[in-house]
Every structure is written in C-alpha cells, then in structure tokens.
C-alpha cells in the first residue's frame, strides 16, 4: 500500500505545504510520487478544501465532506470551465485556458471555485516538470467518482468526518472546512 494511501486511510486529510494547523505531504514522509500514483488510480481526491490551499482527501472524507458542506451555486466563469468537462473529458488546465475565451483572472477565479468546493479534481498526472512537480488533467467531481471507490454508507456524514479528521485537525478549522 502507498504510504500517502495508509495516511488519508487512517487521517482523511493532507495538505501539499507547510501549514501550521495540518500536516502537509513532507511531514508525513511522502513524496510527490505517492500523490501522482494514487491521481492516477483514483485513490485521492485533490481539491481547495482547505483554506484554498491544495488539499488531497481520502476517498472517504471526500464523500463525506460533499455529504456535510452545502454546495456552493457555480459563478458564471466556473460554471464555463465546468461545462468544458462535462460528459467525462479531461484536460490540463493549459488546454481549458486556451479553449475557455475568459480572461486570465475569470479562468482562475473559475477553476479555483471549482476545487475549492469539490466541483472538479486530478484525474491523472500530466507532463513531468521535475522529480517533485507535474501537471495535472482535471476532470468533474462525478467522472472521479465513477471510477473511485463506492462511498462510505453513513447515517451522519458530518458526525463521522469530524470523527475522522479529528486526530489531525483543530475543530476551527473542521467548522471551517464544512462551511
């Protein structure tokens, strides 16, 4: 099992970077190889959750994150990028900039709003940059859950995320993350 899979297992949540109220991808001693592995099977739902910062969800506190926040209605500029990726297509943000027709801060409002509430995630490593970085190919929030696995069954979503992340969350920032 990859080490970065055990930890969301057993903690729900990771974040990329330093952060002083979680754990980030170095601090638990997995490497940018252990995320890319677990995009590309679907094992880990990359977002924004966390104060619009990059975040890697469980599968199961992805589900159940969904389960407990209210969703957010789409801004038009999200709502664009989103429609480019309906009916199951994937595209590497260079590709969805190009092809969109917003401008440079529309596209990154948009597609930031879509990670930040779990509208779209990495679907599958793109093209290497360096041993520690890539680019991603994104895809909706329901093409990754078809090909993820099934959700939890759970009568109180939020009872059981809070029961999760409470090892490594403080409860200000889980009041947060639900918001």
Known sequence: MNPLQSYLGDNG??????????PALEDV????QDVTELIDRHELFYSKAFRKRTTYLSPEAYYL?????????LIPPAEHILSLLGNGSIAE???????????????????????????ITAMANGAVLNESWST?????????EALSPPPPQCGDPKARLWELLR???PERCFRSLIR
């Open 65 to 73: 994150l969904k389960a407990a926040k209210p969703q957010k209605p």
């Open 29 to 32: 001693g997995c490497t940018w």
């Open 136 to 144: 991603f190919r994104y895809g909706t929030a329901q093409a990754w």
């Open 167 to 169: 090892p490594t969350v």
């Open 93 to 119: 943000t260079a590709f969805l900039k190009q092809v969109c027709g917003l401008s440079s801060r529309e596209y990154r409002d948009g597609f930031d709003f879509l990670l930040q509430n779990l509208y």
């Open 13 to 22: 949540i990771l974040l990329c970077n330093r952060n002083p109220d979680l």
